[in-house]
């Protein structure tokens, strides 16, 4: 093996994400950011530091706290299992600071959509909606993960490689696939939107390949 091929051969691994590591990470965040939510309920300061809810710019850190903060143990639990069961396969195949910036963009994202678009909504009057009133929670960026996971997958990208379609039809069976998806999910006290737009989100983070390493991008340009 030539010293090039080893170099090329070790950046490619450092380029990898540990696979466990950044699941590793999330989990013992949520656990003791749990522990610091049973101190602040105690205090009285749990909507200021953990949940968001509008305005948004009274307590604009909670867009970021909010992301792992749970509304209970078993909140806790499922989000935990879906995040290992999902994340699993996108963090063995990027970096860990790629992973942890997509979850705390896209659980951002998506609980600030369930705050703005709720509100929007509710100012129809045609619309019967109930602006929420706080959110919590990781499930959007789990979601977003389940969403890049299906977008992203070989299958996937052998078959967008080989039907060419417009870009709008991609685009709308995306938006079809997220409605199915986030109104199987729906249940008393569920945030909706916010599973709507971070699985839409993923979907279309994993079409762009945007947690691809310039290793796995030189891979998909050899075998195309």
């Given at each position: ?9 070790s ?22 950011v749990?522990?610091?939510q ?5 205090a ?16 604009p ?34 970096t ?58 070989r ?15 991609t ?12 109104l199987?999910t ?24 945007v ?14």
């Amino acid at each position: 093996m030539s010293r090039r091929s080893r170099s090329r051969d070790s950046s490619s691994r450092d380029e990898q994400s540990d696979s466990g590591g950044p699941l590793i990470d999330l989990l013992v965040i949520f656990v003791v950011v749990y522990v610091l939510q049973a101190v602040a309920a105690a205090a009285g300061a749990m909507i200021g530091l953990f949940v968001l809810a509008p305005p948004l710019a009274d307590n604009p850190w909670t867009i970021v706290t909010s992301v792992y903060a749970h509304a209970g143990l078993g909140h806790l639990l499922s989000n935990s299992v879906a995040l290992v069961l999902f994340g699993w396969p996108v963090a063995r195949a990027t970096t860990r600071l790629r992973f942890h910036t997509f979850v705390l963009l896209t659980g951002a994202l998506a609980g600030v959509s369930q705050i703005v678009l709720t509100g929007v909504f509710a100012s129809l009057p045609f619309m019967g909606v109930t602006p929420t009133e706080g959110v919590l929670g990781a499930s959007g960026a789990v979601f977003a993960l389940l969403g890049y996971l299906i977008a992203s997958n070989r299958l996937s990208s052998v078959i967008a490689s080989v039907v060419d379609v417009p870009r709008w039809v991609t685009w709308a069976i995306f938006f079809v696939l997220a409605v199915i998806v986030t109104l199987a999910t729906a249940q008393p006290g569920v945030a909706l939107i916010a599973h709507f737009s971070g699985f839409l989100v993923g979907l279309l983070a994993g079409r762009a390949g945007v947690l691809e390493t310039r290793s796995q991008r030189s891979r998909n340009a050899s075998t195309v």
